[in-house]
């Protein structure tokens, strides 16, 4: 791309200064400033607090999302537009060819349907409010063409020039999104290629009961990679020198993963009724847990305007904001898991690849032809291909078949979290619960509290209807498996200001026990229950509940599952030194994930590194047990507990065996790990948080500690109300709550809130990390909405002004 490489010369020659941005020295913020803007029609201000957060004052709703896409550039530009860039399917533009792969499968994922439709299923504000928050983006980036000395770090070390923005690019993308059970579909298929569907039950257990059936005529033996294109698609960017200097088009730098069980995303959130609140009013607290990265994921900010006052967290690339409150009522949302995707298994005409049969006939494939500009070389052309379900990822010649996902997330109105475009002004339960009408990804469990006292829950998503079968296997794409609409609203539960004073959600089961779950197939596979018994056991323990106590309980780390596994040791004993060791060590533990904790240190190897191993071997064939990794923790605590379920004869020997040569083996590991005394272990010494910057691996060392966050330790474990989910090959988080907020309802501005690593985007800025400790101890900030309060917290203001025609 010549014109490209010609521009970025431009750049680099222009950006001679240091790589140190200019609006800070010392550490100390830089001074207010007055920016003139054409496209903006009324005097409009930025005030940053103390913490980072920037409150938007404008005169009207129009003004307030243009300076909110302003604003986003001005602290998140190359977060945002790396999102564009990877949703849209031009990171080989900048990057080079070793992303061609990555944007191909990412353009197969875009929305490619009727774009009238789109905007009318997010309601008569999104259109406009999107169109104005993409001018403020471009606001920005022409801004910067005149203060090229203002430019973001990660531009000058790669050398291209921010893309500039439409209001369709903003809910075209959707790969981002939080997808539901695909991965899943496959890893059962592998299990029943290699053994059996009865097997899976140890790989996942679904809830409720239910016994998932073969498709008629598939085969489930699937190639090993089946899954790349989708993988490639909805994974996150990462930028190394190799990738930098790669020449290889079919060099993808990240390799793609379709393992199911690397990432477990959840949330927490519960509402409290003035009757049961120590404050007199109702309180929301919501801790959404996604992946770790700097910058944050989530951005909090406050959009004021005289007839819409809203704060809280979004994402920094789209308008509104999705978790907060607005002066009326507060909302707040964690994973409801509605089954949205299925994998469709086509027979190819043998003598036409792209052609497949449908009811009978053979039905050709749609040809997107599109061109993927590349950085350093000659364009490429790629050929997508898609069946009426959906985008083919996978052709197996040998097999004559091919595969295609069909996913709700494709279809209108499912940009994630944008509906909340219309629940953003609801004043009361009735208006919220009619604006989720519509509200389709991700699915999620929406809870809601109000300055009247009242609360809800009001789970929401687009769920599909299979009428013949239950979503938990690919099946064929011959016509035998329809979709026949979505379930309506009214087809979901929901509650009202329950009888005992609150409610909560962490992705756990939650249909209530007269749903007609066999009718309506919603989803069987749901999160580890854990974390919601943890946080409704102590909910349900104290008589009131105060801002204090919502804010421990978000930093809990107790783990239900550590507490049954000591349960069962209790009565224990063993010869071995080691395993004795092991018990005594364990033998009355409170399940506390404590950093400094070696108990937690020495169940959290038993638990991810060898006690599921084991558990596997005792209860499959071999064959059943090398088809998946870890084994569902709940189906096999259940079965450890009850043992004569899954062990056969003298079941609790065996039981008892596999608990003692298992935790053997982690204690010996521990002492390799960390030494031979274990009164010195610590589970924060293995477990440490990283919020790692996209381009960190493209960097020297000094740019690179500069760039992430971390490593630090870290307490907590998947199974804790403070969720802390790790890989199990080296004790990284992966994702957790890295935002959190507290909404005393009615009494704003005694709200607290955190945002892991900070609330800036420019690692020169002391908001770039400036949250990470008080994040880590479990401490917040106070999430100010008056005006008055506001003033009296703000370091910094931005005041914007129309530019003189």
């Known amino acids: 791309m010549k014109g490209l490489r010609t521009f970025s010369a431009l750049i680099a020659a222009s950006l001679v200064a240091s790589v140190t941005s200019v609006a800070y020295a010392d550490g100390a913020p830089a001074a207010d400033e007055t920016i003139a803007l054409p496209g903006l029609s009324q005097p409009s201000d930025i005030l940053i607090d103390r913490w980072g957060v920037p409150h938007i004052y404008a005169a009207n709703d129009s003004d307030a999302f243009f300076v909110q896409g302003f604003n986003a550039a001005r602290d998140r530009l190359f977060q945002i537009d790396l999102w564009r860039r990877r949703g849209l399917g031009q990171l080989a533009e900048v990057f080079g060819p070793a992303y061609i792969e990555q944007d191909k499968s990412t353009r197969m994922f875009l929305y490619r349907g009727d774009m009238t439709t789109e905007w009318k299923r997010?309601?008569?504000?999104?259109?406009?409010?999107?169109?104005?928050?993409?001018?403020?983006?471009?606001?920005?980036?022409a801004w910067l063409a005149v203060h090229p000395d203002r430019m973001p770090y990660e531009f000058r070390k790669i050398g291209y020039w921010p893309a500039k923005w439409s209001a369709d690019d903003v809910v075209r993308i959707r790969s981002h999104g939080l997808t539901r059970n695909l991965t899943s579909e496959v890893a059962r298929a592998r299990v029943a290629c290699k053994s059996s569907l009865d097997a899976d039950s140890v790989r996942f257990g679904l809830q409720l009961p239910w016994k998932p059936a073969m498709p008629a005529g598939l085969d489930p033996c699937f190639p090993d990679d089946v899954l790349k294109v989708f993988s490639l698609a909805t994974q996150s960017v990462r930028v190394t020198k190799e990738s930098l200097k790669s020449a290889d088009a079919s060099t993808t730098m990240i390799a793609a993963t379709d393992n199911p069980e690397e990432v477990t995303e959840?949330?927490?959130?519960?509402?409290?009724?003035?009757?049961?609140?120590?404050?007199?009013?109702?309180?929301?607290?919501?801790?959404?847990?996604?992946?770790?990265?700097?910058?944050?994921?989530?951005?909090?900010?406050?959009i004021s305007t005289p007839t819409l006052d809203i704060i809280g967290g979004g994402e920094p690339s789209a308008p509104g904001i999705s978790i907060g409150h607005n002066g009326s009522i507060a909302y707040g949302l964690?994973?409801?898991?509605?089954?949205?995707?299925?994998?469709?298994?086509?027979?190819?005409?043998?003598?036409?690849?792209?052609?497949y049969r449908y009811k009978g006939k053979w039905e050709p494939m749609r040809v997107v032809r599109e061109t993927i500009n590349v950085r350093d070389a000659a364009p490429v052309t790629a050929d997508l291909l898609f069946t009426r379900h959906g985008p083919v990822i996978y052709t197996e010649e040998s097999k004559h078949r091919a595969f295609a996902v069909r996913s709700a997330w494709l279809s209108p109105g499912m940009l994630p979290y944008f509906d909340s475009m219309r629940y953003m002004r609801a004043k009361n339960y009735a208006q919220f619960n009619a604006a989720l009408a519509t509200w389709g990804a991700p699915t999620v469990n929406q809870v809601y509290a109000d300055k009247d006292g009242n609360i809800g829950w009001v789970p929401s998503g687009l769920a599909p209807i299979r009428p013949n079968w239950d979503g938990l296997m690919p099946v064929s794409g011959d016509g035998r498996y329809e979709w026949t609409g979505f379930w309506p609203r009214a087809a979901m539960p929901s509650t009202y200001n329950p009888a005992q004073g609150y409610f909560t959600t962490s992705n756990e089961m939650n249909l209530p026990a007269d749903y007609p779950y066999r009718e309506r197939k919603l989803g069987f596979e749901w999160t580890n229950g854990s974390r919601h018994q943890r946080i409704d056991e102590v909910l349900k323990s104290l008589p009131k509940v105060s801002i204090e106590d919502s804010e421990r309980l978000q930093n809990d780390d107790v783990s239900i599952p550590a507490r049954r596994l000591v349960a069962l040791l209790a009565p224990l004993d063993s010869d071995d030194q080691d395993t004795r060791a092991a018990l005594t060590l364990l033998k009355?533990?409170?399940?506390?994930?404590?950093?400094?904790?070696?108990?937690?240190?020495?169940?959290?190897?038993?638990?991810?590194?060898?006690?599921?191993?084991?558990?596997?071997?005792?209860?499959?064939?071999?064959?059943a047990a090398s088809a998946f990794g870890a084994p569902d923790t709940a189906v096999m605590l259940d079965s450890l507990e009850h043992p004569e379920a899954r062990f056969g004869a003298d079941a609790q020997s065996k039981r008892d065996a596999v608990l003692l040569s298992s935790l053997h083996d982690a204690y010996a590991e521990m002492v390799r790990l960390q030494g031979n005394d274990a009164s010195r272990w610590k589970w924060g010494e293995l477990q440490t948080n990283l919020n790692a910057h996209p381009l960190a691996d493209a960097v020297d060392a000094d740019m690179r500690a500069k760039l992430n966050v971390g490593p630090i330790g870290k307490g907590?474990?998947?199974?804790?109300?403070?969720?802390?989910?790790?890989?199990?090959?080296?004790?990284?988080?992966?994702?957790?709550?890295?935002?959190?907020?507290?909404?005393?309802?009615?009494?704003?501005?005694?709200?607290?809130?955190?945002?892991?690593?900070?609330?800036?985007?420019?690692?020169?800025?002391?908001?770039?990390?400036?949250l990470a400790q008080m994040w880590l101890k479990g401490q917040y900030f106070p999430l100010l909405?008056?005006?008055?309060?506001?003033?009296?917290?703000?370091?910094?203001?931005?005041h914007l002004v129309p530019a003189a025609p």
């Open 716 to 770: 907590g474990s998947a199974y804790t109300p403070n969720q802390s989910t790790y890989r199990a090959s080296d004790f990284r988080e992966t994702n957790g709550p890295s935002f959190r907020v507290v909404v005393d309802v009615g009494n704003w501005d005694d709200s607290r809130a955190v945002n892991l690593p900070g609330e800036s985007g420019d690692p020169d800025n002391p908001h770039y990390r400036d």
């Open 266 to 302: 959840g949330s927490n959130n519960w509402v409290i009724a003035p009757s049961k609140s120590a404050t007199g009013r109702a309180i929301m607290p919501n801790d959404p847990h996604r992946a770790y990265a700097a910058p944050s994921l989530r951005y909090i900010q406050q």
């Open 785 to 798: 909405y008056s005006s008055v309060a506001v003033e009296a917290a703000t370091e910094k203001r931005v």
């Open 588 to 623: 009355g533990w409170d399940a506390h994930m404590g950093a400094d904790s070696a108990q937690a240190a020495l169940e959290e190897v038993w638990l991810s590194r060898h006690l599921g191993r084991a558990f596997k071997s005792a209860v499959l064939p071999k064959n």
């Open 122 to 141: 997010y309601g008569p504000d999104a259109k406009p409010a999107a169109t104005r928050f993409a001018a403020g983006v471009n606001a920005y980036i």
């Open 334 to 355: 964690t994973i409801f898991n509605i089954d949205q995707e299925d994998l469709y298994v086509y027979e190819l005409n043998p003598s036409n690849s792209r052609e």
